[in-house]
């Protein structure tokens, strides 16, 4: 039989799991709306954020940053190299690779983006105490972090997996 202890974390973590979807759902679309906005997709933002925060980089260096397939990256680039937001130059250290950079161009874009989500944040967060502001990003870093060790692409444990569904782990 379960202890109070367990029943109750059970309970918290039941009621985290709601929480934390809702918020991911949540901010998706509104992020979606946001984003879009300035004539790019999510998807596209957040290759400028790498791009932006990380520095040059290849295209496979960039689907593992992105958590996708290297031939949605590759489309989700040629998007952002049309639109002028980044570059393809050689590879410093490979000459047959390709090396992406974000422009300026696309920093401005993404770093106006990304200031109106603080101001969204900012707003969020005014009339709360520093103390819960601070314990609040903690916790979702937390979150982030514990979710990102865990995550293994198109992987699932046996009991997991759907009738019929494919994938490491899945039978």
Same mark, same amino acid.
């Given at each position: ?20 979807? =809702? ?8 992020? $979606?709306? $946001?984003?879009? @906005? ?12 790498? %791009? ?11 689907? &593992? ?14 998007? %952002? ?7 393809? %130059? ?21 770093? $106006?983006?990304?200031? &109106? ?7 969020? %967060?005014?009339?709360?105490? !520093? =103390? ?5 990003? &903690?916790?979702? $870093? ?5 979710? =990102? ?6 992987? @699932?444990? !046996?009991? =997991? ?11």
């Amino acid at each position: 039989m379960a202890s109070a202890a367990t029943t109750k974390l059970m309970l918290d973590a039941r009621k985290l799991q709601a929480a934390v979807a =809702e918020l991911v759902r949540i901010y998706q679309v509104r992020d $979606r709306d $946001r984003i879009c @906005c300035h004539d790019i997709s999510v998807t596209q933002c957040h290759a400028l954020e790498v %791009l932006a925060t990380r520095g040059p980089m290849r295209a496979q260096a960039m689907a &593992e940053a992105l958590r996708l397939d290297k031939s949605t990256v590759t489309r989700v680039i040629d998007a %952002l190299v049309r639109k002028a937001y980044v570059e393809r %130059l050689p590879d410093p250290d490979d000459a047959r690779a390709q090396s992406l950079r974000i422009t300026p161009a696309g920093r401005a874009l993404f770093k $106006r983006i990304d200031d &109106e989500m603080v101001q969204q944040q900012a707003a969020l %967060l005014g009339d709360l105490a !520093p =103390e819960v502001r601070a314990g609040a990003t &903690e916790l979702i $870093r937390r979150l982030a972090k514990a979710a =990102e060790q865990r995550f293994v692409p198109g992987a @699932c444990a !046996p009991s =997991e997996c759907a009738p019929g569904e494919a994938g490491p782990g899945c039978g």
